[in-house]
């Protein structure tokens, strides 16, 4: 069974960090674009950074392009946000995901996680 599962969520005061995880089992990642999504409470899920099949292509959404940072190690078939500098609006449960090869900002990705929820405090 492939499962994608998310750790390092948590509740953290404004101006924190935090660096959500994401393994993958059941089969390797290697050749997947991996991604992050988050839902906040009564919204849609929203992307907000993909990195591509060999690490060299890095995506984030304008909001946190320079308080987040994505990464992959495919030896531990893992990937990672950094999270720096957090704030309210950034509270939601974050997803994250995978599809073969190349980033998307669109849900259509292959495999999810069930979610880790990042509560920031003001």
């Known amino acids: 069974q492939v499962q994608l599962v998310e750790s390092g969520g948590g509740l953290v005061q404004a101006g924190g960090s935090l660096r959500l995880s994401c393994t993958g089992s059941?089969?390797?990642?290697?050749?997947?674009?991996m991604g992050w999504f988050r839902q906040a409470p009564g919204k849609q899920r929203e992307f907000v950074a993909a990195?591509?099949?060999?690490?060299?292509?890095?995506l984030l959404i304008d909001s946190v392009q320079v308080r987040f940072t994505i990464s992959r190690d495919d030896a531990k078939n893992t990937q990672y946000l950094q999270m720096n500098s957090l704030n309210p609006e950034d509270t939601a449960v974050y997803y994250c995901?995978?599809?073969?090869?190349?980033?998307?900002?669109?849900?259509?990705?292959?495999?999810w996680g069930q979610g880790t929820q990042v509560t920031v405090s003001s």
């Open positions: 059941g089969r390797t990642f290697s050749g997947y674009a």
């Open positions: 990195i591509n099949w060999s690490g060299s292509t890095k």
């Open positions: 995901a995978a599809r073969p090869m190349y980033i998307s900002r669109s849900p259509d990705y292959d495999y």
